[in-house]
């Protein structure tokens, strides 16, 4: 049996500027009795440090909202409210409870109990409108995160083979392609956004530490982020392939931006590629109203790794901003559906990334027919990144965040996939599937709400609107 991969989590709070969703006050009729300091096993009430007699302000960064305080303080002098702040906070994608999911997750590493009480809807658009068959959930031995039962998280990159041929004596005919294993089903994908050089270290350093990859543009290269080049992905256009030859000759895979070009030309490129280094080629490909059939032809040409990239909210990337794109569950199972009518999925390695928020969307995007993913924005939301959707993505990282110790910063990240992995070891534990890989395209082990809803309702209403007419 293969050793397990585990992530060692590290709590690492970041004392910066963070919204949160609760801000606790201390009111003018406080008597500085310090109740409050000895009820709060958080140690959110302090006495103020330049005069002990009185109360400093409440740490609204360790309150963990137990309520204590304001039931045992004598004087009622403490408040908790929402702050309105966080609630601008996101947008009709990225829910502002999200960040606290995320902040969490980046401090302790551990999978935040939440459910308890919920009182909102069940169903959502996107990844919110399907469910995972945990029918396994009730035995004992399925429990991957407290190792009773050993489950696989890695997944393989590169092209595979259909079937092998022999000729008459048995000799292998076929050749088989080189693949590279990663031990989680996520991959970095650089966000765009300016960055500071200790954030931009700490996510490639996090992303060695984690033994995944970070696709990253060649320019972001820098010397010290060079020791971790066996994680990095360059990105390039297929024009640069000979500029870039120095590079390439160092990594493992390495990705072309696609156009059009590149559909009639892969095999080319890719023979290029191997010629001046044995490198696994990834094709990035928008997930544009025709992104299937791009796939499709880019496949039987012989692409090894294709990843279809849509917007940050998992939306097509049309450039418009209408209501009929689709969203990602609908983008990677058209994609998928594609691949498996034309008898070539699985020769082909599909990542998928844009919208992937939180940690049960990777095993979505995965039965949906992604063989793994790609993240950015939590990345950066795990260091507290505050994201607006409305009137226009907008990304505030705290201050001070630039001068945060690079080895700080990386826990945050290496914890927040810390977190992930756990909740994956957990959807598939309850799945019954031992194997991360065999996630792909299962979407028999899945509920889509628009098709229960359309066996249950859909002739009862199509009924009447007949009648009616
Ligand atoms: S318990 Fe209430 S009155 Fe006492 S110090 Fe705390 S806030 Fe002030
Ligand atoms: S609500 Fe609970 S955790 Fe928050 S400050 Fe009060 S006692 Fe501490």
Redesign the pocket.
């Known amino acids: 049996m293969p050793k397990k991969y585990h992530i060692t989590a590290k709590v690492t709070p970041l004392n910066l500027d963070y919204v949160y969703k609760f801000k606790i006050e ?2 003018e ?9 000895k ?1 709060c096993i958080y140690e959110a ?1 302090k006495r103020g440090k330049g005069d002990p007699r009185k ?1 400093a302000d409440p740490n609204t960064v360790v309150c963990r909202n137990c309520f204590r ?1 304001i039931q ?4 009622g ?2 408040e908790k409210s929402l702050d309105k702040d966080f609630l601008n906070i996101g947008g009709s994608y990225w829910k502002s409870d999200m960040f606290i999911t995320l902040w969490k997750q980046a401090e302790d590493g551990k999978v935040p109990v939440t459910g308890a009480g919920y009182r909102g809807p069940f169903t959502g658009p996107g990844f919110d409108s399907m469910w995972t068959d945990m029918s396994e959930i009730v035995r004992p031995t399925r429990d991957g995160i407290h190792g009773r039962e050993y489950i696989s998280t890695s997944v393989e990159l590169g092209r595979k083979l259909n079937h092998l041929a022999f000729d008459e004596s048995g000799k292998l005919l076929s050749k088989i392609h080189d693949t590279i294993d990663i031990p989680i089903p996520i991959i970095f994908d650089f966000p765009k956004d300016n960055l500071s050089p200790n954030v931009k270290l700490a996510i490639v350093r996090a992303a060695a530490e984690l033994n995944t990859c970070i696709v990253l543009s060649p320019d972001h290269i820098t010397a010290d982020i060079k020791k971790y080049i066996k994680n990095i992905i360059p990105i390039i256009s297929h024009k640069e392939i000979d500029r870039h030859s120095a590079l390439i000759k160092t990594v493992r895979m390495v990705a072309l931006d696609y156009d059009e070009e590149i559909l009639s030309s892969l095999p080319e490129l890719q023979d290029k590629i191997k010629k001046i280094h044995n490198v696994l080629t990834i094709v990035r490909v928008p997930a544009t109203k025709s992104v299937e059939q791009i796939v499709s032809r880019l496949a039987k040409n012989g692409a090894e790794i294709i990843h279809v990239v849509a917007d940050y909210c998992g939306m097509e990337n049309d450039g418009s901003a209408g209501l009929n794109r689709r969203l990602a569950k609908d983008i990677i199972r058209a994609v998928h559906l594609k691949l498996v009518e034309d008898r070539i999925r699985d020769e082909v390695t599909i990542i998928f990334s844009g919208g992937i928020a939180m940690a049960e969307h990777v095993p979505k995007a995965m039965l949906c027919g992604a063989d793994l993913t790609a993240i950015d924005l939590p990345l950066l939301i795990a260091l507290g990144a505050r994201l607006y959707e409305e009137p226009e993505k907008l990304l505030l990282f705290p201050e001070g965040l630039d001068k945060i110790a690079v080895r700080t910063v990386m826990h945050r990240v290496v914890n927040l996939m810390g977190a992930w992995h756990s909740q994956l070891l957990e959807v598939m534990g309850a799945m019954g599937i031992r194997e991360a890989r065999r996630l792909r395209g299962e979407t028999g082990r899945a509920i889509f709400f628009e098709e229960i809803d359309n066996e249950t309702f859909g002739k009862l209403f199509k009924k009447r609107e007949t009648a009616n007419v």
């Open positions: 201390r009111g009729n406080c008597i500085n009795c310090g109740r409050c300091t009820v009430h109360m305080c045992e303080c004598p004087r002098a403490l």
